[in-house]
């Protein structure tokens, strides 16, 4: 049973920085490529990253590229997202999936980040 979980989402001031973590079970994490993916409310679903299965080499989404840092620690099961210089449009719930980009496997239950003031 594939179990994937997100935390340390919250509130921050514009500007501020959080870090998100992703723990995952019951698959091969250090053979999977691993993704952020992000809906904001009302919005649809928004990709931010996706890192090779080895954890060498990220691609982002052009809104968070040079403010937003995905690593992938094969030995411990976990995916981070360090977010830095947040806006108020990085408001959002992240999702924390296993693949891509372009076909997603199992998806977490999501952590919320609000960036206001």
């Known amino acids: 049973q594939v179990q994937v979980v997100e935390s340390g989402g919250g509130w921050v001031q514009p500007g501020g920085s959080l870090r998100l973590s992703c723990a995952v079970s019951?698959?091969?994490?250090?053979?999977?490529?691993m993704s952020w993916v992000r809906q904001a409310p009302g919005k649809g679903l928004e990709w931010v990253s996706s890192?090779?299965?080895?954890?060498?080499?990220?691609a982002y989404g052009v809104t968070v590229k040079g403010r937003f840092t995905a690593s992938k620690h094969n030995a411990e099961d976990t995916l981070y997202l360090q977010m830095n210089s947040l806006q108020i449009e990085d408001t959002a719930v992240y999702y924390c999936?296993?693949?891509?980009?372009?076909?997603?496997?199992?998806w977490g239950q999501g952590t919320q980040v609000t960036v206001s003031s």
């Open positions: 890192t090779h299965s080895t954890g060498d080499g990220t």
């Open positions: 999936v296993e693949g891509g980009p372009g076909i997603f496997g199992s």
């Open positions: 019951g698959l091969a994490f250090s053979t999977s490529s």
